[in-house]
């Protein structure tokens, strides 16, 4: 580098655009974090390549370097104090956008606003939250005020036809209070595609994962639902030849190949056809093994080859917006478009393509009852078969019709925004006493993943989706069982910082947070063990087996209810050979082979279809007196421990390589 180049270099201004999704506090005031998510965040890749694009098209100035930082508050740190520094030189621009801010994050979002006002930055927020509120209310709300008053600046809708606008007034330090962008939806078909970036995809638990919004805005008016009141009634839309080409380099430069398209209602987006056209394409003529999950209303499957074309694009599951299947609820929300009468050949069109289906479902409607809810979730397992549903609690998001005329009539609501997560009580329902409600919504996840019913999911699961499916139930499982929250919101392992916590809740000294760190891994750990060997247990019996194994099952299965115990060498021979009168080819192993089994991983995994006399040994292990676990034979407590080990390991390679 010449000394005049250096120079010139020197004498450049530099913007930096911070980009940051914030978490949300637990109710212990802790941030949740997680060692690995699972759903990137949309906004942060939709920011990130509008303000991509503005530096290659240098439309702020050919003499200004860019540079762009994004952080998700909810699996990494924020580095404030790094963040601040950054601003301190006199030619630099620092500017931080606190990102899709819901309500449910907003005191998390306010904390950091302050702290990076503190640093002398210039902080935007933006998101359902602030938008919402704004447009539903002609005062602006106490906590959008505080923040204002702190001089953060407050972006109302969408940003990416006046990004440029805002990050011009940024650089001249000249933002305004409020930039007020509702009325001027963009038109998306021209604008960049969100953009991977693979250095954040690498803090999620999937790397071939990704998320694009292929368009905006909902026709119908759900009382309970924000998007129309920020994203607006009309659908608009990404064009399928921009969408090929991000798809295209996602899959070329970082094997992204599956996709949560984040419409919230897909089967709307006027260009749906091309897309799925597009989708085909790629898959056919280019290669790209490209799959899906998309969100869809109940009366999607009636448009004229919507669904088939689904399948032949490469969707693998769609979450449906059920929310009841009592028609006074769905009177009482605003759905009229939901017809109970059709949900059975609803979810039968959509499983005849060999699409899985995800229903939403809402707790807290005027007609539920605690007995009411039970029996709606039996009936969505015995009468419509949906392979999942995730629950939520009907809340008041503010942005929506229910908060606004909640707060017009003066009812109750929980003063604190930290608790409008959907599984929380936010308001009082007459059909609940304080506490039976949110006890409800636990027992449903409880009633619906049940081993037995997880079983006859997976047992009946279509071979394209069986490990999307496993894997979902692992995600859900961890995050309501073991988190406690929502898999909306948790991922895998907490990550508790001891000086991040919510204002009002003191910080502990390092000894009394290590010790109750340590009681918290020692119970996840234990909690952990036990969830891999029940999903081990689900996928021991509902593995997809080739004919020859299932022939051979069944004469084990026959044998072992004859003799009524596990079953020896010969015995097991004896089934091989039965088994060989309907498989000609099956190889029989010697009476050896068989005898040392637990040392030979392709016969174990073959003759194993449950691990109920492993979890019955270990049961009478430890539930028996001290001195009877002494006098157990010590070969046999090698030997069902190389079993679980050996069994542990068949299903962690097969989850891994998703094999079966």
Known sequence: MTWHSCMERRARRRLTVVLVRPSKYDDAGYVIRHWRGVLPSNTLACLHSLTEDLKNRSVLGQNLEIRIRIYDDTVQRIPLGRIIRSNRL??????????GVQSNQFPRAADLARRFREGGLQVLIGGFHVSGMLALFPEVS?????????????????????????????????????????????????KPI???????????????????DCGRGCPYNCSFCTIINVQGHKVRFRSAEGLAGAIRANYRRHGIDYYFFTDDNFARNPCWRSVFEMLSRLRTEERIPVSFMIQVDTQSWKIPEFVQMASRAGCTQVFIGMESINPKNLRAAGKAQNKVQEYREMVAAWHEAKIATHVAYIIGFPFDTRESVSEDIDRLKRELGVEQASFFMLTPLPGSQDHARMVQAGEYMD????????????????????????????????????????????????????????????????????EGGHPMIHGFFRIKSRTERRPGFAVESRWTHFRRRLRDVRGVVRQWVALLLEMEDLWLQTRKRSETELRLLSEVKRLREE??????????????????????????????????RDFNLSLAKRVTYSRADLREFWKRTWDSPRIRILLTPPHRLFLNLLR????????AVAILRAED
């Open 415 to 482: 003063p604190d925004l930290n608790s409008y997560d959907s599984f929380h009580e936010t308001l009082q329902h007459p059909n609940f006493a304080p506490g039976a409600w949110y006890e409800t919504y636990r027992e449903a996840w409880r009633n619906f993943y049940s081993f037995d019913y997880m079983r006859e999911v997976l047992a009946k699961a279509h071979k394209e989706n069986y490990w999307n499916i496993l894997r979902n139930f692992i995600w859900y499982k961890n995050s309501v069982h073991i």
């Open 142 to 190: 106490p906590e959008i005020k505080e923040l204002l008053d702190l001089g953060v600046t407050v972006v109302k809708g969408e940003v990416e036809e006046t990004w440029e606008e805002v990050l011009a007034d940024a650089l001249a330090d000249r933002l305004k209070p409020i930039y007020d962008f509702l009325g001027r939806k963009p038109d998306l078909s021209d």
């Open 563 to 596: 003799v009524n115990r596990n079953l020896r060498a010969a015995e097991l021979q004896i089934a091989y050979y039965r088994a060989k009168v309907h498989v000609p080819d099956l190889h029989v192993p010697s009476r050896l082979s068989l005898a040392f």
């Open 644 to 651: 679980d080990a050996e069994l542990m390991f068949l299903f």
């Open 194 to 212: 969100p953009m991977i970036h693979r250095r954040y995809l690498k803090r999620f638990m999937t790397s071939n994962f990704g998320t694009i």
């Open 90 to 99: 006199p030619r630099n621009r620092t500017v931080v956008a606190l990102v």
